[in-house]
Protein backbone atom coordinates (compact mmCIF):
# COMPACT_ATOMS: atom_id res chain seq x y z
CA UNK A 1 0.00 0.00 0.00
CA UNK A 2 1.23 3.35 -0.84
CA UNK A 3 1.20 6.45 1.69
CA UNK A 4 -0.86 8.09 0.17
CA UNK A 5 -3.34 5.01 0.13
CA UNK A 6 -2.33 4.46 3.88
CA UNK A 7 -3.47 8.22 4.42
CA UNK A 8 -6.71 7.71 2.63
CA UNK A 9 -7.47 4.52 4.76
CA UNK A 10 -6.71 6.76 7.96
CA UNK A 11 -8.76 9.64 7.07
CA UNK A 12 -11.75 7.38 5.97
CA UNK A 13 -11.91 4.99 8.91
CA UNK A 14 -11.04 7.70 11.78
CA UNK A 15 -13.91 8.93 14.40
CA UNK A 16 -12.79 12.78 13.39
CA UNK A 17 -13.84 11.99 9.50
CA UNK A 18 -17.59 13.96 9.26
CA UNK A 19 -17.65 12.06 5.45
CA UNK A 20 -19.16 8.96 5.83
CA UNK A 21 -22.12 8.18 3.83
CA UNK A 22 -21.20 10.86 1.56
CA UNK A 23 -19.57 9.17 -1.09
CA UNK A 24 -16.37 11.21 -0.32
CA UNK A 25 -12.98 10.85 -2.89
CA UNK A 26 -9.75 11.90 -2.54
CA UNK A 27 -9.09 14.87 -4.22
CA UNK A 28 -4.81 15.23 -2.99
CA UNK A 29 -2.83 15.69 -0.31
CA UNK A 30 -0.67 18.92 0.73
CA UNK A 31 2.25 18.09 2.75
CA UNK A 32 3.43 21.14 4.45
CA UNK A 33 7.01 21.90 5.33
CA UNK A 34 7.78 20.47 8.40
CA UNK A 35 8.41 22.14 11.73
CA UNK A 36 11.17 19.58 13.93
CA UNK A 37 10.14 16.38 13.33
CA UNK A 38 6.56 16.88 12.60
CA UNK A 39 4.90 17.55 8.97
CA UNK A 40 1.36 18.97 8.30
CA UNK A 41 -0.90 16.66 6.04
CA UNK A 42 -3.70 18.59 4.35
CA UNK A 43 -6.05 15.68 2.77
CA UNK A 44 -8.19 17.48 0.29
CA UNK A 45 -11.55 15.31 -0.21
CA UNK A 46 -14.54 15.49 -2.55
CA UNK A 47 -18.21 14.43 -2.38
CA UNK A 48 -20.64 13.33 -4.62
CA UNK A 49 -22.86 16.51 -4.21
CA UNK A 50 -19.66 18.91 -5.48
CA UNK A 51 -18.78 19.88 -1.70
CA UNK A 52 -15.03 19.68 -0.57
CA UNK A 53 -13.24 19.20 2.47
CA UNK A 54 -9.73 19.18 4.34
CA UNK A 55 -8.61 17.25 6.72
CA UNK A 56 -5.27 17.75 8.93
CA UNK A 57 -3.46 14.84 9.53
CA UNK A 58 0.17 15.60 11.24
CA UNK A 59 2.69 12.89 11.01
CA UNK A 60 6.06 12.08 12.00
CA UNK A 61 8.63 12.92 9.48
CA UNK A 62 11.49 10.89 10.34
CA UNK A 63 9.31 7.64 10.29
CA UNK A 64 8.30 8.46 6.35
CA UNK A 65 7.42 6.83 4.22
CA UNK A 66 6.00 4.51 6.94
CA UNK A 67 2.38 6.47 8.20
CA UNK A 68 3.04 7.07 12.08
CA UNK A 69 0.58 9.86 13.61
CA UNK A 70 2.69 12.91 15.39
CA UNK A 71 -0.47 12.53 18.16
CA UNK A 72 0.90 8.89 19.01
CA UNK A 73 4.26 10.25 19.84
CA UNK A 74 2.82 13.93 21.35
CA UNK A 75 6.45 14.55 22.79
CA UNK A 76 7.32 15.15 18.92
CA UNK A 77 4.44 18.02 18.71
CA UNK A 78 5.85 19.57 21.87
CA UNK A 79 9.69 20.32 20.04
CA UNK A 80 7.64 21.25 17.55
CA UNK A 81 6.72 24.26 19.47
CA UNK A 82 9.83 25.08 20.54
CA UNK A 83 11.51 25.12 17.08
CA UNK A 84 10.87 28.91 16.60
CA UNK A 85 8.31 28.43 13.62
CA UNK A 86 6.36 31.30 13.53
CA UNK A 87 3.44 28.80 12.54
CA UNK A 88 3.46 26.79 15.95
CA UNK A 89 3.24 29.92 18.73
CA UNK A 90 3.96 29.31 22.53
CA UNK A 91 2.19 31.78 24.77
CA UNK A 92 4.33 32.33 28.04
CA UNK A 93 7.11 30.29 29.37
CA UNK A 94 6.52 26.73 31.62
CA UNK A 95 7.96 23.46 32.33
CA UNK A 96 8.49 21.35 29.14
CA UNK A 97 6.81 17.78 29.64
CA UNK A 98 8.48 14.87 30.11
CA UNK A 99 5.40 12.44 29.12
CA UNK A 100 2.20 12.68 26.25
CA UNK A 101 -1.07 10.49 25.88
CA UNK A 102 -3.08 10.52 22.96
CA UNK A 103 -6.86 10.98 24.49
CA UNK A 104 -8.99 7.73 23.47
CA UNK A 105 -12.46 9.64 22.99
CA UNK A 106 -11.90 11.70 20.06
CA UNK A 107 -14.71 12.82 18.26
CA UNK A 108 -14.45 15.28 15.53
CA UNK A 109 -10.58 16.55 17.02
CA UNK A 110 -8.12 15.04 18.71
CA UNK A 111 -6.92 16.31 22.07
CA UNK A 112 -3.25 14.77 23.34
CA UNK A 113 -2.36 15.41 26.90
CA UNK A 114 0.75 16.52 28.59
CA UNK A 115 2.18 15.93 32.29
CA UNK A 116 2.78 19.60 32.85
CA UNK A 117 -0.74 20.62 32.63
CA UNK A 118 -1.22 21.71 29.08
CA UNK A 119 -3.23 19.93 26.27
CA UNK A 120 -2.81 20.29 22.66
CA UNK A 121 -6.31 19.91 20.91
CA UNK A 122 -5.17 19.04 16.99
CA UNK A 123 -7.71 20.42 14.48
CA UNK A 124 -9.13 17.81 12.29
CA UNK A 125 -11.26 19.24 9.72
CA UNK A 126 -9.81 22.69 8.87
CA UNK A 127 -10.28 25.62 6.24
CA UNK A 128 -9.58 28.95 5.81
CA UNK A 129 -10.56 32.01 8.27
CA UNK A 130 -8.18 31.70 10.93
CA UNK A 131 -8.75 29.69 14.23
CA UNK A 132 -12.06 30.66 15.86
CA UNK A 133 -11.24 29.30 19.15
CA UNK A 134 -8.14 30.79 19.42
CA UNK A 135 -9.43 34.06 19.12
CA UNK A 136 -12.06 33.26 21.77
CA UNK A 137 -9.67 32.21 24.05
CA UNK A 138 -7.44 34.77 23.79
CA UNK A 139 -10.03 37.47 24.38
CA UNK A 140 -10.79 35.67 27.78
CA UNK A 141 -7.14 34.45 28.90
CA UNK A 142 -7.22 35.51 32.34
CA UNK A 143 -10.71 35.74 33.07
CA UNK A 144 -11.33 31.93 35.16
CA UNK A 145 -14.59 31.55 33.09
CA UNK A 146 -12.39 29.11 30.08
CA UNK A 147 -9.00 27.40 30.28
CA UNK A 148 -5.69 29.64 29.68
CA UNK A 149 -4.67 29.33 25.96
CA UNK A 150 -1.07 28.43 26.00
CA UNK A 151 -0.17 28.19 22.50
CA UNK A 152 -1.51 28.55 18.90
CA UNK A 153 -0.45 25.86 15.24
CA UNK A 154 -1.25 27.37 12.11
CA UNK A 155 -0.42 27.80 8.41
CA UNK A 156 -1.35 31.13 6.89
CA UNK A 157 -4.95 31.56 7.84
CA UNK A 158 -5.96 28.01 8.48
CA UNK A 159 -5.87 27.01 12.49
CA UNK A 160 -4.31 23.59 12.84
CA UNK A 161 -4.30 23.24 16.40
CA UNK A 162 -4.41 24.99 20.05
CA UNK A 163 -2.23 24.78 23.26
CA UNK A 164 -4.61 25.02 26.62
CA UNK A 165 -4.96 24.57 29.78
CA UNK A 166 -5.64 20.66 31.08
CA UNK A 167 -8.34 20.94 33.81
CA UNK A 168 -7.35 19.38 36.75
CA UNK A 169 -10.55 16.31 37.53
CA UNK A 170 -12.79 17.56 34.88
CA UNK A 171 -16.37 16.73 35.51
CA UNK A 172 -18.79 17.06 32.40
CA UNK A 173 -21.51 19.69 33.20
CA UNK A 174 -24.18 18.21 31.62
CA UNK A 175 -23.53 14.57 33.08
CA UNK A 176 -23.18 16.71 37.07
CA UNK A 177 -26.97 18.06 36.10
CA UNK A 178 -28.35 14.76 35.50
CA UNK A 179 -26.90 12.86 38.44
CA UNK A 180 -28.32 15.69 40.91
CA UNK A 181 -31.67 15.38 38.72
CA UNK A 182 -31.60 11.93 38.87
CA UNK A 183 -30.89 12.21 43.27
CA UNK A 184 -33.60 14.76 43.21
CA UNK A 185 -30.72 17.09 44.71
CA UNK A 186 -30.87 21.02 43.94
CA UNK A 187 -28.28 22.28 41.23
CA UNK A 188 -29.43 25.35 41.26
CA UNK A 189 -25.70 26.48 43.34
CA UNK A 190 -24.16 25.40 40.32
CA UNK A 191 -26.60 26.49 38.10
CA UNK A 192 -26.43 30.39 39.27
CA UNK A 193 -21.75 29.77 38.89
CA UNK A 194 -22.53 28.89 36.30
CA UNK A 195 -25.21 32.14 34.72
CA UNK A 196 -22.07 34.17 36.35
CA UNK A 197 -19.50 32.46 34.71
CA UNK A 198 -21.73 32.76 30.77
CA UNK A 199 -22.22 36.63 31.90
CA UNK A 200 -18.47 37.26 32.23
CA UNK A 201 -17.66 35.07 28.97
CA UNK A 202 -20.06 37.59 27.34
CA UNK A 203 -18.70 40.44 29.18
CA UNK A 204 -15.22 39.81 27.91
CA UNK A 205 -16.42 38.93 24.05
CA UNK A 206 -17.70 42.05 24.02
CA UNK A 207 -14.83 44.14 25.64
CA UNK A 208 -12.30 42.60 22.92
CA UNK A 209 -14.18 41.69 19.86
CA UNK A 210 -17.14 44.21 19.23
CA UNK A 211 -20.45 44.45 19.49
CA UNK A 212 -23.39 45.50 17.02
CA UNK A 213 -26.98 45.52 16.54
CA UNK A 214 -29.55 43.54 14.47
CA UNK A 215 -32.45 44.43 12.83
CA UNK A 216 -35.37 42.38 14.78
CA UNK A 217 -37.68 42.19 12.10
CA UNK A 218 -35.20 40.31 9.83
CA UNK A 219 -34.46 38.40 12.97
CA UNK A 220 -38.11 37.76 13.47
CA UNK A 221 -38.34 36.62 9.89
CA UNK A 222 -35.69 34.45 9.84
CA UNK A 223 -37.04 32.59 13.18
CA UNK A 224 -40.41 32.30 11.72
CA UNK A 225 -39.13 30.84 8.21
CA UNK A 226 -37.76 28.31 10.00
CA UNK A 227 -40.34 27.22 12.02
CA UNK A 228 -42.44 26.95 8.64
CA UNK A 229 -39.50 24.25 7.00
CA UNK A 230 -39.56 22.34 10.39
CA UNK A 231 -43.51 22.42 10.80
CA UNK A 232 -43.26 21.15 7.23
CA UNK A 233 -41.28 18.09 8.31
CA UNK A 234 -42.54 17.60 11.79
CA UNK A 235 -45.82 16.93 12.15
CA UNK A 236 -46.31 17.81 16.06
CA UNK A 237 -45.08 20.99 15.35
CA UNK A 238 -47.82 21.82 13.28
CA UNK A 239 -50.08 23.00 15.99
CA UNK A 240 -47.77 25.67 17.40
CA UNK A 241 -48.57 27.47 14.00
CA UNK A 242 -50.19 30.66 15.24
CA UNK A 243 -48.57 30.73 18.93
CA UNK A 244 -45.02 30.45 17.30
CA UNK A 245 -45.88 33.78 14.74
CA UNK A 246 -47.18 35.99 17.55
CA UNK A 247 -44.33 34.95 19.54
CA UNK A 248 -41.62 35.84 16.60
CA UNK A 249 -44.21 39.10 15.85
CA UNK A 250 -43.51 40.25 19.12
CA UNK A 251 -39.88 41.41 18.65
CA UNK A 252 -41.07 44.32 16.80
CA UNK A 253 -39.33 47.26 18.30
CA UNK A 254 -37.27 45.30 20.34
CA UNK A 255 -33.28 46.28 20.26
CA UNK A 256 -31.09 43.55 19.83
CA UNK A 257 -27.70 44.08 20.79
CA UNK A 258 -25.25 42.14 19.44
CA UNK A 259 -21.92 40.78 19.93
CA UNK A 260 -19.60 37.30 19.64
CA UNK A 261 -20.69 34.36 21.16
CA UNK A 262 -20.21 30.80 22.00
CA UNK A 263 -22.80 29.70 19.16
CA UNK A 264 -23.22 26.11 20.81
CA UNK A 265 -23.47 26.96 24.43
CA UNK A 266 -25.34 24.12 26.50
CA UNK A 267 -24.06 22.33 29.79
CA UNK A 268 -22.13 19.50 27.70
CA UNK A 269 -19.62 22.35 26.67
CA UNK A 270 -18.97 23.12 30.69
CA UNK A 271 -16.54 21.40 32.90
CA UNK A 272 -16.41 21.94 36.82
CA UNK A 273 -12.94 21.43 37.60
CA UNK A 274 -11.07 22.34 41.00
CA UNK A 275 -14.46 24.06 42.69
CA UNK A 276 -15.37 26.57 39.74
CA UNK A 277 -17.31 26.13 36.41
CA UNK A 278 -15.15 26.79 33.14
CA UNK A 279 -16.59 27.00 29.33
CA UNK A 280 -15.26 24.99 26.76
CA UNK A 281 -15.16 24.50 22.76
CA UNK A 282 -15.69 27.75 21.80
CA UNK A 283 -15.53 26.68 17.88
CA UNK A 284 -19.22 27.23 17.37
CA UNK A 285 -21.57 25.25 15.71
CA UNK A 286 -19.69 22.72 13.80
CA UNK A 287 -21.71 22.60 10.64
CA UNK A 288 -21.25 26.52 10.03
CA UNK A 289 -18.45 28.05 8.14
CA UNK A 290 -15.71 30.45 9.82
CA UNK A 291 -17.00 33.24 8.48
CA UNK A 292 -20.30 32.02 9.60
CA UNK A 293 -19.45 31.64 13.12
CA UNK A 294 -17.97 34.84 13.60
CA UNK A 295 -20.48 36.95 12.58
CA UNK A 296 -22.52 38.58 16.12
CA UNK A 297 -25.16 37.66 17.33
CA UNK A 298 -27.52 38.05 20.44
CA UNK A 299 -26.00 36.52 23.48
CA UNK A 300 -29.21 35.41 24.37
CA UNK A 301 -28.06 32.85 22.07
CA UNK A 302 -26.15 31.33 23.95
CA UNK A 303 -28.37 31.63 27.63
CA UNK A 304 -31.16 29.88 25.68
CA UNK A 305 -29.14 26.32 25.43
CA UNK A 306 -28.10 26.55 28.35
CA UNK A 307 -31.74 27.16 29.71
CA UNK A 308 -32.54 24.19 26.71
CA UNK A 309 -30.27 22.18 28.52
CA UNK A 310 -31.32 22.10 31.69
CA UNK A 311 -34.59 20.83 30.52
CA UNK A 312 -32.75 17.55 28.67
CA UNK A 313 -30.86 17.24 32.09
CA UNK A 314 -34.19 16.84 33.97
CA UNK A 315 -35.96 14.66 31.20
CA UNK A 316 -32.83 12.31 31.48
CA UNK A 317 -32.93 12.56 35.41
CA UNK A 318 -36.29 12.22 36.05
CA UNK A 319 -36.55 15.20 37.63
CA UNK A 320 -39.76 17.17 39.04
CA UNK A 321 -41.03 20.33 37.62
CA UNK A 322 -39.44 21.86 40.38
CA UNK A 323 -35.67 21.38 40.10
CA UNK A 324 -36.17 22.58 36.98
CA UNK A 325 -37.40 25.52 37.66
CA UNK A 326 -35.18 25.91 40.75
CA UNK A 327 -31.96 25.57 38.09
CA UNK A 328 -33.63 27.82 35.61
CA UNK A 329 -34.54 30.81 37.61
CA UNK A 330 -30.93 30.20 39.31
CA UNK A 331 -29.12 30.20 36.47
CA UNK A 332 -31.19 33.48 34.72
CA UNK A 333 -30.15 35.31 38.40
CA UNK A 334 -26.39 34.19 37.80
CA UNK A 335 -26.19 35.77 34.77
CA UNK A 336 -28.04 38.86 35.67
CA UNK A 337 -31.53 38.44 33.95
CA UNK A 338 -34.53 39.35 36.04
CA UNK A 339 -38.05 38.33 35.40
CA UNK A 340 -36.34 35.97 32.38
CA UNK A 341 -39.90 34.93 31.45
CA UNK A 342 -41.10 38.62 30.43
CA UNK A 343 -38.41 38.74 28.19
CA UNK A 344 -39.62 38.50 24.34
CA UNK A 345 -36.26 38.26 22.92
CA UNK A 346 -35.11 35.24 25.20
CA UNK A 347 -37.96 33.58 24.85
CA UNK A 348 -37.71 33.89 20.81
CA UNK A 349 -34.49 32.53 20.90
CA UNK A 350 -35.13 29.73 23.15
CA UNK A 351 -38.19 28.73 20.92
CA UNK A 352 -36.02 29.18 17.88
CA UNK A 353 -33.53 26.60 20.27
CA UNK A 354 -36.39 24.04 21.10
CA UNK A 355 -37.86 24.08 17.56
CA UNK A 356 -34.56 23.35 16.06
CA UNK A 357 -34.27 19.87 18.69
CA UNK A 358 -37.71 18.99 17.63
CA UNK A 359 -36.37 18.68 14.34
CA UNK A 360 -32.77 16.40 15.29
CA UNK A 361 -35.29 14.02 17.51
CA UNK A 362 -37.65 13.71 15.66
CA UNK A 363 -35.38 12.48 12.76
CA UNK A 364 -32.63 10.80 15.06
CA UNK A 365 -33.88 10.28 18.42
CA UNK A 366 -37.52 10.31 18.12
CA UNK A 367 -37.78 9.24 21.88
CA UNK A 368 -36.97 12.10 23.02
CA UNK A 369 -39.23 14.41 20.52
CA UNK A 370 -41.57 15.00 23.44
CA UNK A 371 -38.75 16.81 25.19
CA UNK A 372 -38.76 19.71 22.99
CA UNK A 373 -42.03 20.10 22.04
CA UNK A 374 -43.17 19.88 25.45
CA UNK A 375 -40.24 22.89 25.92
CA UNK A 376 -42.03 24.58 23.10
CA UNK A 377 -45.60 24.85 24.65
CA UNK A 378 -44.20 26.29 28.02
CA UNK A 379 -42.39 28.44 26.04
CA UNK A 380 -45.64 29.54 24.38
CA UNK A 381 -47.70 29.60 27.05
CA UNK A 382 -45.29 31.88 29.56
CA UNK A 383 -45.17 34.24 26.33
CA UNK A 384 -49.13 34.53 26.67
Aim: hydrophobic share 40%; with cysteine.
Amino acid sequence: MTMEAALWDLVENARWFGGRGREPRLLGVRPLEPVADVRSLLVDVGYADGQQETYHVPVVESERPALVEAVDDGLKLWEAFTAGSPDLVLLGTGPAPTAARRFAGEQSNTNVFFDNGTLLKVLRRVEPGGDIEAEVLGALKGSGAAPELYGTWKHGDVGLGILVEALADPHDGYDMAVEHASADRSFAEHAHALGVGLATVHQRLRESLGTGTTDPTRLAATFTSRYAAAAASVEQLRPFGDRTERTFGALAGVTVPTQRIHGDCHLGQTLFSAGRWRYVDFEGEPMKTVPERRELDSPLRDVAGMLRSFEYAAEAGAADADWLAGARRAFTAGYGLEEPTRDPLLTAYELDKAIYEAVYEARFRPHLLDVPLSGIDALLGSAG
